[in-house]
């Protein structure tokens, strides 16, 4: 026991100021984010203005919002082949309930489905800090032929194995340009992104469209969003979709539903039938 009389109190201070944030200040009666009454943003703002604020600190202008709004949109939903929806699916078929399901969804968003917006994030970041006035495009393809060795060949943002031309990449880019055109964004990372998928033709001698992840990437970095928080954004947007489909499943009904169905079977190639030895 100590009996400093002082003891007690520096323990409140040193707890306070371990769990300090910028972020929310909630009070008996009251809750403001980032100082504005939570009752003062309801029905004012919507869920892209939010998060926003909470990230960023202050309040975006709606053009700004529109723009992020769109990009987390375009990552949604991508059927029930998409690992992340088929194991949300799953987990409803084996009593899991709607939180363990959108679980079940935002774990298996790692590096290799779910990753490529962060990864073309962190590609475009590095290659901006080290592009000089005179770099060619050969300059460029060795930064990604370098950064594509760390994903087993793949460039990340580029290709998509179901479209050979993402339907949602042009309309994301289209009003990106639109942003620019008004002064919403800077255009640096959208020009970034353009200069990459020449440098990827131009090397490979073949062009590789970029996909909704390399669209949402430049637009995240024009916003002054981190590479992490590209992933962040990808698991929000793709949870509103395991959550629609965890729910069509719920009502579906179905018990243990696995990969394919139970009539479908599979190649077993261990050992033959054997014995198990006398000895």
């Not at 910028?22 to 892209?48: F, N, Q, S």
């Not at 033709?201 to 909704?212: L, Q, S, T, W």
Request: hydrophobic share 45%; charged share 20%; proline share 6%.
């Amino acid at each position: 026991m100590n009996d400093d009389p002082g003891h007690a109190d520096r323990l409140m201070q040193a707890t306070a100021e371990w769990w300090r944030t910028g972020i929310t200040r909630v009070e008996p009666d009251r809750i403001r984010i980032r100082g504005y009454a939570i009752e003062d943003l309801m029905g004012r703002i919507g869920l892209a203005e939010m998060q926003w604020l909470l990230v960023h600190g202050e309040l975006p202008t709606h053009p700004q919002a529109a723009l992020l709004e769109a990009a987390m949109l375009g990552c949604v939903d991508h059927g029930p082949h998409a690992p992340s929806i088929a194991a949300a699916r799953v987990a409803v078929t084996c009593g899991v309930a709607m939180n363990g399901a959108l679980a079940q969804s935002a774990g298996v968003l790692g590096d290799i489905h779910g990753g490529a917006i962060q990864q073309a994030m962190e590609l475009y970041a590095g290659i901006a800090g080290q592009l000089g006035p005179d770099s060619t495009l050969d300059d460029i393809a060795d930064l990604v032929d370098r950064f594509a060795r760390d994903y087993g060949g793949f460039v990340p943002g580029f290709g998509h194995r179901f479209h050979s031309n993402d339907p949602r990449t042009p309309r994301l880019l289209a009003l990106a340009e639109h942003a620019r055109a008004e002064g919403v964004i800077g255009g640096r990372f959208m020009d970034l992104a353009q200069r990459v998928a020449a440098a990827i033709e131009h090397r490979r001698g073949r062009r590789i469209p970029m996909n909704i992840d390399g669209a949402a990437a430049a637009v995240y970095l024009e916003l002054g969003f981190a590479p992490p928080l590209g992933r962040g954004l990808l698991v929000l947007a793709r949870l509103m979709g395991a959550m629609a489909h965890a729910w069509e499943q719920m009502c579906q009904g179905g018990r243990i539903k696995g990969p394919v169905p139970k009539d479908i079977g599979y190649r077993y190639d261990g050992p033959a039938p054997r014995a198990f030895p006398a000895s």
